[in-house]
């Protein structure tokens, strides 16, 4: 497709939105390799320049559409109920964000990995990926935070530092979410009761909580968000 101008009708404060939401079709349907200046303007029906003209080139680009993936994760976050069982709801959030990896796993690579299959590298200010040092991702992880907050106070469980157990629980559970976008739980029909729920229980059994009060609070969640 030649490049096209931005018509003259253009609302100009759609057109970032509109790049953004093309280089996500783009990574859904062809993955990384396709994020190009040229292609991403030809997919949005605009200029290539266009893209330099409001990013400045695809790594700023890039930057942008992981934003607003850290978005649409607080988006969901937001949405979970806080209840009293702050460990259901902590699981909640983890198949919750496995579900978005599912349903978008170039994108999540992006947000959450090292882009190391990809052509493009999201720039760095100063050589640092700003990943967790965005404010759109810290809002969504607070809602991990407040819920590791509010697990120490709900009983047995012991949460000393509760940046700590997020961090802690934040790890194993992207770890997971790579490990399954990889095709590395082939052997197991059900992963997620396999492999996710019992480390799940196990990491809080290990903060002091009740086996069995645990495994009934993430069994409680997976039947809020898979049933």
């Known amino acids: 497709m030649p490049d096209t101008p931005v018509t003259a009708g253009s609302d100009a404060n759609d057109i970032p939105e509109r790049l953004i939401d093309a280089t996500i079709a783009l990574l859904a349907t062809e993955g990384p390799s396709a994020v190009k200046a040229r292609s ?12 330099y003209n409001y990013f400045g080139g695809v790594p700023e680009l890039v930057n942008a559409v992981v934003e607003r993936g850290f978005r649409q994760i607080e988006e969901a976050f937001a949405e979970v109920p806080v209840t009293e069982d702050a ?12 579900k978005y990896a599912r349903a978008n796993p170039h994108l999540y690579d992006a947000m959450f990995g090292l882009s190391g299959r990809a052509t493009y590298r999201p720039s760095a200010e100063n050589g640092r990926r700003e990943a967790g040092h965005s404010p759109t991702f810290q809002e969504a992880y607070r809602h991990v935070t407040d819920a590791c907050e509010r697990l120490g106070a709900s009983g047995p469980v012991a949460v000393a530092d509760p940046s700590a157990v997020a961090g802690a629980l934040w790890s194993f559970v992207h770890g997971y979410i790579m490990l399954e976008l ?5 052997e197991f029909d059900d992963p997620v009761r396999r492999v996710l729920l019992p480390m799940g229980v196990t990491f809080c059994v290990g903060l002091g909580a009740h086996p069995a009060a645990a495994l009934r609070s993430h069994e409680a969640a997976l039947e809020r968000v898979i049933g």
């Open 40 to 51: 991403v303007a030809a997919a949005a029906g605009m200029s290539t320049m266009v893209v």
């Open 87 to 98: 460990i259901a709801d902590l699981f909640t959030m983890a198949l919750t964000t496995l």
């Open 182 to 186: 990889a095709h590395h739980f082939a």
